[in-house]
């Protein structure tokens, strides 16, 4: 390869208009109407205006909706996996009529985008998922929820989403490609971690780097809510910790805007197509160490990446050859590297695929599972598993259960003892020591934080809503609020499960 590979569609398609035709936007906007969008529909945003979703200029209409369902492509022929699409409520769509244009805000009223709108139509979950299941690449979950529309039309784009978080590593598709061309790059591989990495990924994405004689972009999708989310900041503090272990001049390490995608093949296409725009030729798919489940190798995850010659041979039933998966793939033209089973080979202290390990060897695999019982446990976590640094930042947000906070919820009729039973154990805990206890008593939380409500149905669901919030915001932070309601709680385990 002489040179970069050029974006998907030839060139970047960024949605950020002039200085000039922004300040006009805003100033018109003073009297349009305005869409709020979700965290996860900002993300999407973002990803179109800085030209990541390159050739799109806008969320798809109905036409192009419906033909990349079926063919995973878009009405003009040009290959496409994943509708990129706005879903809005019912009442939300009938105020929009085509030809108008709205403002596009986050949840705080700031203007990324202006969405000029083309038409609406309601969304049908399991007719698309018939659709796309028809066509052999089945959607791995629905794009809307029911008696959710869809809004198509052309985006201008005013300024990125305001960002706080890790602002030094958040770059654009062309700031990178600016960069992998100062550096004389030309060949670049692309990890997209949603996880922590841990020693087998860390090994097996420089093998893959060494072996296709390409230089590492380590881009973990790091597009969730850093407030609301608590592995967000978790995830980007243990890829920089594994830095220092990886060649500084043919690794760089930036931040992907996007939303953490479910495992499914649409998915590795859209994040195929986005890694190409940043620049990659090269996509390593799969390897996360998942909670839950044993899926880890990339075929585990697609029906239809290109497998290399160490990757086992597809079972019946593993992996559909797919035609339309295929042509999407080609026209994408990006590497697609499967993950395969690593397993830790003790008498040779490396990861190897399971196919290559000698078979007379000594070999030691860890699942999710088994990491978080240890975690939860304070265990320690083996040196062959992971690394020191990653374990000190995984502990750092996930403490072990003993230092972590719970809350108790008492039930009951009114003078039942529920005030009495909540005061004994918040005592005997501060007794023991070593956590720190709040006491949430029913008539202090109506004094001072639902005074003006009665005790009417509606009323008593409200203060047992503003009751559990505090309570959760408690037990995040450490602590074990105990917590007696002071009225009567008809059907009490409805109300628990709440």
């Not at 290559?356 to 699942?367: D, F, I, N």
């Not at 062959?384 to 996930?398: A, D, G, K, M």
Request: some cysteine; proline content about 9%.
């Amino acid at each position: 390869m002489d040179a970069l590979i050029p974006p998907y569609g030839d060139e970047l398609t960024e949605l950020l208009v002039e200085p000039g035709r922004a300040a006009e936007i805003r100033q018109q906007t003073l009297a349009m109407a305005s869409l709020d969008l979700t965290w996860t529909q900002i993300c999407q945003l973002e990803l179109m205006l800085n030209g990541a979703l390159s050739p799109l200029r806008g969320y798809l209409g109905r036409a192009d909706f419906e033909s990349v369902l079926t063919t995973l492509t878009l009405t003009d022929g040009r290959p496409w996996p994943m509708p990129i699409t706005l879903a809005v409520s019912e009442k939300a769509a009938q105020a929009l009529k085509p030809g108008q244009t709205v403002a596009l805000r986050d949840g705080e009223g700031f203007m990324p985008a202006i969405l000029h709108v083309s038409e609406t139509w309601p969304a049908d979950p399991d007719g698309e998922s018939a659709m796309a299941a028809g066509a052999g690449v089945p959607l791995s979950q629905p794009l809307a929820q029911p008696g959710q529309h869809y809004v198509a039309g052309r985006v201008e784009g005013v300024a990125l989403p305001p960002r706080h978080d890790f602002p030094s590593v958040r770059h654009t598709p062309r700031e990178l490609r600016e960069q992998f061309v100062r550096r004389g790059w030309r060949r670049v591989l692309a990890s997209q971690p949603g996880r922590p990495m841990h020693r087998p990924q860390l090994e097996f994405m420089q093998q893959a780097a060494a072996r296709h004689e390409a230089n590492l972009l380590l881009q973990p999708t790091a597009g969730s809510d850093p407030v609301l989310e608590s592995s967000h900041v978790t995830l980007v503090r243990a890829c920089q910790a594994v830095l220092p272990r990886l060649p500084s001049a043919t690794t760089l390490f930036a931040l992907s805007p996007m939303i953490p995608l479910p495992a499914g093949p649409r998915e590795t296409l859209l994040r195929a197509i986005t890694a190409r725009n940043y620049g990659c030729s090269h996509l390593i798919v799969g390897g996360e160490t998942l909670e839950t489940g044993t899926r880890r190798r990339g075929q585990d995850y697609a029906s239809g990446p290109r497998h290399e010659a160490h990757d086992e041979p597809a079972q019946n039933g593993q992996q559909t050859q797919n035609t339309a998966f295929q042509a999407c793939l080609e026209a994408v033209s990006v590497t697609l590297i499967p993950f395969p089973r690593m397993v830790y080979v003790e008498d040779r202290d490396e990861y190897l695929p399971q196919e290559e390990a000698p078979p007379y060897s000594r070999k030691q695999v860890m699942g999710g599972q088994e990491l978080n019982r240890r975690m939860m446990l304070g265990l320690k976590i083996p040196d062959w598993f992971t690394y020191p640094e990653v374990v000190e930042e995984l502990r750092r947000s996930y403490p072990p259960r003993r230092q972590q906070g719970f809350t108790v919820f008492f039930t009951g009729l009114s003078g039942a003892g529920k005030s009495t039973l909540a005061k004994a154990l918040a005592v005997k805990l501060m007794e023991m020591g070593g956590r720190r206890v709040t006491l949430l008593d029913g008539d202090i939380v109506r004094k001072n934080l639902s005074s003006e409500l009665g005790f009417s149905r509606e009323h008593r669901d409200i203060n047992i809503r503003r009751i559990g919030f505090v309570a959760s915001e408690i037990t995040k932070h450490g602590a074990s609020p105990s917590v007696p309601p002071s009225h009567p709680m008809p059907r009490p385990a409805r109300r628990c499960g709440r």
